[in-house]
């Protein structure tokens, strides 16, 4: 896992004046929103007992602590310890960390790690069209297969044919070859594939795509835990029809990811084909996981511990940008505060796993 990155971490439309628990990077944190609306990041746990402040209330914007009911502000700082006399101080430790968050494209991201604000990389940018003119919709996975394996294989031009050869890869001839180019910046990445189709299925989804041979797919990866997909039938025609899926990857332990996905699309766009649509994306996504959890290393091996081809650039794209950032000093260290996570998972072995 990586530091000193943005992560996409929740739906904003999900985070209230009600705390809320994110269970990401071995630890648990906390969002809220202020009376202004703004979005608070703490670290779970209460400095006097460790308890999980996202079982708190918000009053005033600050958050109480459900144990004893210490009072912490959103910087951190606790302002009041109930059980105390008025005019007793407050201990200079009695504060909890917290995070700085930005919310766009519909995310909540809170940076993790140490860098100053200059030195931080920016949030991606995302290609306009997708917020003007397409219609979105969110829902939530947990995926029972690592992040970054699972990352992999949203960025995948090769796997269509097998992984989704009951659904929208049965259209694709098996025996295609697949080159493409690989652009990349210090912490993305793109490429652009063709298709060729057969023009016929049964599936729904080529039922839409019917007549319309040329299926082109665009893949972006953003570190560290974000993917979009966008798939163009019909090019820049009139008609096209257009999909987006933007993923937001993040571990819960080694062999469990939330995975956070917001779909756009051009088409069916009435607010009663949602569901339709989300179960549509939820078979697409189950497909690839019900294999992913079968790689025998959950992990991300070292490069030269698989075979690679070709079709794989994109893929080694983001393992190799991904160990750049791991030999500069930025994988996550071991946290001694919070060894279990909320769920009860122990920590240092998923970190352990998560440093390769
Ligand atoms: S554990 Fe939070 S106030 Fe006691
Ligand atoms: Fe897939």
Redesign the pocket.
């Known amino acids: 896992m990586l530091k000193n990155f943005w992560y996409a971490c929740e739906f904003s439309a999900d985070v209230t004046n009600k705390p809320k628990q994110i269970v990401m990077l071995n630890q648990r944190f906390v969002l809220y929103r202020d009376s202004q609306g703004q979005v608070i990041a703490l670290k779970d746990q209460?400095?006097?007992?460790?308890?999980a402040?996202s079982l708190g209330w918000v009053e005033d914007s600050c958050i109480r602590?459900?144990?004893?009911?210490?009072k912490f502000q959103a910087d951190g700082k606790c302002i009041d310890i109930p059980a105390n006399a008025p005019e007793t101080p407050i201990p200079k430790k009695a504060r909890v960390q917290t995070y700085p968050v930005q919310e766009k494209y519909g995310y909540v991201w809170l940076f993790y790690g140490d860098l100053p604000e200059q030195e931080r990389h920016p949030l991606p940018t995302l290609p306009e069209y997708l917020f003007s003119s397409l219609r979105p919709v969110c829902h939530s996975a947990i995926e029972p297969a690592n992040y970054a394996r699972l990352i992999e294989a949203n960025i995948d031009f090769a796997h269509v044919i097998a992984i989704h050869k009951k659904s929208f890869g049965q259209r694709i001839p098996l025996d295609q070859t697949i080159r493409y180019r690989v652009e990349e910046d210090d912490w993305s990445a793109v490429a652009t594939y063709t298709y060729d189709s057969l023009g016929s299925s049964k599936s729904f989804l080529n039922f839409l795509l019917g007549g319309r041979p040329q299926l082109t797919i665009r893949l972006s990866f953003y570190l560290p835990n974000v993917t979009l997909a966008e798939i163009n039938v019909g090019g820049d025609g009139k008609f096209a029809i257009k999909f987006g899926i933007l993923v937001a990857f993040f571990p819960i332990d080694e062999n469990t990811t939330s995975a956070k996905r917001i779909l756009y699309r051009n088409i069916l766009k009435q607010p009663w084909l949602d569901s339709f649509v989300k179960n549509m994306d939820y078979k697409l996504a189950h497909e690839d996981t019900i294999v992913v959890e079968t790689l025998t290393s959950q992990p991300m091996p070292r490069i030269s511990e698989e075979l690679h081809v070709a079709a794989d650039a994109l893929d080694l794209s983001y393992r190799k940008l991904r160990q750049k950032y791991l030999a500069k000093g930025w994988g996550l260290e071991p946290s001694n505060s919070a060894s279990n996570n909320s769920n009860g998972h122990s920590v240092q072995s998923v970190f352990t796993s998560l440093m390769h």
């Open positions: 209460c400095p006097h007992r460790g308890a402040l602590c459900p144990y004893h009911g210490w």
